[in-house]
Structure formats: structure tokens, C-alpha cells
């Protein structure tokens, strides 16, 4: 029998998957626990309702993105910033695409406004925080791009994505 914490992140992996493919409206949980075999009441056990177990998913992005921004240190190498950057962002694809899929999945854990935030600090630790227009228009075609190339390229080895990403995204910056 598998334990608790198994079975928790057995149904986050499922229900991650579903709310990527169907959206997280157009999903049940009746659909995530007959995917898993499981017994609606067991899902029950460990997510008090679906948006608890869509805030289980978003948070470990949320996280990892407040880590990423708030561990970097202007003046760094903006290449290695770019490339980092593409890698967390690769890593948490699926919730790109759940929001990407359907905008009310920013309403969790004010995720809209942190993203915001987020563009801004990794716009400054790039650029500086003396921009021209045309500057943080750059900026965010290339962090833009880099986020539309994990949802629109999800599919492919990142191995096969990430080179071009970062290339185009560096030179978009002028870099």
C-alpha cells in the first residue's frame, strides 16, 4: 500500500497533468480519482477541494520563482541569468500552461501580481533599473519568449528547445 505522501503526489502529478491538457474547470475530481483508481472520499483525504489542490501545484512554482529572484545579485552574467532562468521556468511547464490554458488560475495565491513582480525583478537584474522603453520592451520579449517556449514546446526534449530559446532571448536583449 502506498503511503500518504505517495498517493498526495501521485494525485498532484495526475491532476497537474489534466489541468495542463482540459483546463482546471473542465476537470474533476471524480476524473483525477478514477484516473488513479482511487476512491473520490481517498482524494478527499488529502485535498479538502479542488483549489486546495490546485494551490498544492502552483505553490512549489511560486516558491521556486520567489527563490530565483530574490537569490540573484545585480551585475551578474545575464547569459547564466537567462539560461537559469529558462531551466526553472522548463522545470514548471505544466502550471505555465494551466495558467496559460485558463487566466483564473492566476487568482491563486495572487499569482497575476507576482508575476508581475517577477518580470520586473529579472528585467532590473538584467538591465539595471534605468531603463528606456525600448529597453524593458526588449526585456520582456525576451523573458516572454522564453516562458512561450516551455508551453509551446513542451513537447520536445529540452535539449532542443532551451539552446535556441536562450540564444534568441540574449540576443533580443542585445547581449
Given amino acids: ?7 498526495r503526489a501521485r ?6 497533468e489534466l489541468f495542463a491538457r482540459q483546463g482546471v474547470q473542465n ?7 478514477d484516473r488513479l483508481g482511487i476512491t473520490k472520499p481517498a482524494l ?3 485535498f479538502a477541494s479542488r483549489d486546495d489542490l490546485v494551490r498544492s501545484i502552483v505553490q512549489p512554482f511560486v516558491d521556486d ?13 545575464p547569459r547564466e541569468l537567462l ?17 496559460v490554458r485558463e487566466l483564473s488560475v492566476l487568482s491563486y495565491l495572487d499569482l497575476g501580481k507576482r508575476m508581475i513582480e517577477w518580470r520586473q525583478r529579472l ?13 524593458r520592451i526588449r526585456a520582456t520579449i ?24 536562450v540564444e534568441a532571448a540574449a540576443a533580443a536583449l542585445g547581449f
Fill in 83 to 99: 539560461d537559469d532562468y529558462f531551466d526553472m521556468i522548463w522545470r514548471h511547464r505544466e502550471v505555465i500552461v494551466m495558467v
Fill in 123 to 135: 528585467v532590473a537584474l538584467l538591465l539595471g533599473d534605468d531603463l528606456t522603453t525600448t529597453q
Fill in 27 to 33: 476537470t474533476s475530481l471524480r476524473q483525477i480519482s
Fill in 142 to 165: 525576451a523573458l516572454g519568449g522564453l516562458a512561450d517556449c516551455s508551453v509551446e514546446y513542451a513537447h520536445l526534449p529540452v535539449e532542443e528547445v532551451k539552446p535556441t530559446a
Fill in 1 to 7: 500500500m502506498a503511503r500518504p505522501s505517495d498517493t
Fill in 44 to 46: 478527499y483525504y488529502h
Fill in 65 to 77: 520563482m520567489e527563490r530565483f529572484v530574490s537569490g540573484r545579485e545585480p551585475g551578474g552574467d
Fill in 11 to 16: 494525485i498532484q502529478a495526475v491532476a497537474r
